[in-house]
Structure formats: C-alpha cells, structure tokens
C-alpha cells in the first residue's frame, strides 16, 4: 500500500539506524506491505505531540503504575517473609510449649478427661 503522491521526490532525510533497528524497521514495512521509504514517511507524517490532556493521562497512568508497583514490591516482601517463617517454624518446639501450657492450665480437670476419654474410646 504504498503513498503515492503525484509529484517527484527530489529531497533526502538521512537516518542513521543501528542494524538491529533497520531489521525491525524493515519487518514492520513489509508487515504494513510498505516500501522502507513509505513506512519512515507515513510514520514521520503521523507523529504529533501529544496534548496537555494526553500528558495528564500519562501522568496518572504512570502513577498509578508506581502504586501497582510498590503494592507487588510489599506483597512479595510479605510472602517472603512468610516463607522464612514457615522455614523457621520449628513444630517439635512449638508442641512442645503448647503440651507445657496445656499442663500447667489450672481450669483443666485431667483426671476426668482421661476417665471420659477412655469411656469414650471403649464404645
């Protein structure tokens, strides 16, 4: 779909590229069934500042990309934290300081919850 415009081009725009970019470049002309020349014009044609209002809305967006952002950032600081404790936990101890609580707990009659314990365990 090559621009073609009734009178002859007799001026040069000299663009020094990088290899890679005159690659893509290229991809993208023959992606829009352009010729390399066509494309840079029809792009350099297309190109506009952008408003005051399109500056604003990049400005919101941005920050809220920057909230998203330290929003990941904590939740992964958490669950990193939550894996280290998880790594740390050390159930041996922990039954072992719950047992010690459960018989020092004064409230707990454990002679009559063995005796209805075993009363249970023998129906």
Do not use: H
Request: net charge negative; glycine share 0%.
């Amino acid at each position: 779909m090559a621009t073609q415009l009734p009178q002859t081009r007799s001026s040069r725009v000299v663009v020094l590229v990088s290899p890679e970019e005159k690659r893509r470049i290229s991809a993208n002309a023959e992606a829009a069934d352009m010729t390399v020349s066509d494309f840079m014009r029809t792009a350099a044609e297309r190109y506009t500042e952008p408003t005051d209002a399109e500056m604003a809305l990049m400005r919101d967006l941005l920050a809220q990309l920057e909230q998203a952002n330290a929003r990941t950032d904590a939740a992964f600081a958490q669950l990193e934290a939550a894996r280290a404790a998880a790594t740390a936990f050390d159930e041996e101890a922990y039954r072992a300081e719950v047992r010690e609580q459960l018989l020092t707990d004064t409230s707990i009659d454990w002679d009559a919850l063995s005796t209805a314990l075993s009363g249970w365990a023998r129906q």
